[in-house]
């Protein structure tokens, strides 16, 4: 059975840190294009970060350029999110999603879903 879990969540102060991890089971990361996206309350679900398995190639949302880094590492199967200087803005369900070929960026394009993580940035 193939399944992305999520862990890593939680309540942090703005201005902090957290990882979150992304451990795949039945799914190959090496073989996919990997992404991360979020969801406010009464917003769509976005894109905050993408790797492209062919080349290496990453992309991040520009609201979070900078401060986020998408990476993986094959050996645990597991691919990560690290998180610095915490915006209230930030708080959100973090998914973790995988694809074959993505073409761009966008949550219709993967077809591997984690089940989410609830991101909560305040003082």
């Known amino acids: 059975q193939q399944q992305l879990v999520e862990s890593g969540g939680g309540l942090v102060q703005p201005g902090g840190s957290l990882r979150l991890s992304c451990a795949s089971s039945g799914l190959e990361l090496n073989y996919y294009d990997l992404g991360w996206f979020r969801q406010a309350p009464g917003k769509e679900r976005e894109g905050v970060s993408c790797f492209w398995m062919y080349d290496n190639r990453t992309k991040y949302a520009d609201s979070v350029k900078g401060r986020f880094t998408i990476s993986r590492d094959i050996r645990k199967n597991t691919m990560y999110l690290q998180m610095d200087s915490l915006k209230p803005e930030d708080t959100a369900v973090y998914y973790c999603?995988?694809?074959?070929?993505?073409?761009?960026?966008?949550?219709?394009?993967?077809?591997?879903w984690g089940q989410g993580t609830q991101v909560t940035v305040s003082s």
């Open positions: 999603a995988a694809g074959a070929v993505v073409g761009s960026c966008s949550a219709r394009n993967f077809n591997y």
